[in-house]
Nanobody, 126 residues
Framework: QVQLQESGGGLVQAGGSMRLSCIAS????????MGWFRQAPGKRHQFVAA????????HYVGNVKGRFTISRDNANNEVSLQMNSLEPEDTAHYYC???????????????????WGKGTLVTVSQ
């Protein structure tokens, strides 16, 4: 069983930066691929970024490439999302998810992933 807890959301002005953190319980964190997803009001979950268990491979949705960076610290059971040059369109609830399969996390809509956090709200103002 893995429990995920996100933190770091809040209100930021357009052009600003924010770092989201997701802390996982359990001793097998490094065996899970991790992903960040977001859901804007009235929209479906959108894939944002994914990282393999080792942290050696990452992947991003096109509209965050060059602005967002996913990373992980397996010693501290943490995955983070550094978000720079934020835009109002980035406003959403952000969720971290864990799954043994990087393929199921990467670029997916999130259906069927094993574990989810409860999310943290990011609001980007004009």
């Amino acid at each position: 069983q893995v429990q995920l807890q996100e933190s770091g959301g809040g209100l930021v002005q357009a052009g600003g930066s924010m770092r989201l953190s997701c802390i996982a319980s359990g001793r097998t964190f490094s065996t899970y691929a991790m992903g960040w997803f977001r859901q804007a009001p009235g929209k479906r979950h959108q894939f944002v970024a994914a990282i393999t268990g080792s942290g050696l491979t990452t992947h991003y949705v096109g509209n965050v490439k060059g602005r967002f960076t996913i990373s992980r610290d397996n010693a501290n059971n943490e995955v983070s999302l550094q978000m720079n040059s934020l835009e109002p369109e980035d406003t959403a609830h952000y969720y971290c998810a864990a799954d043994p399969s990087f393929g199921r996390v990467n670029g997916s809509a999130g259906d069927g992933l094993e574990y989810w956090g409860k999310g943290t709200l990011v609001t980007v103002s004009q």
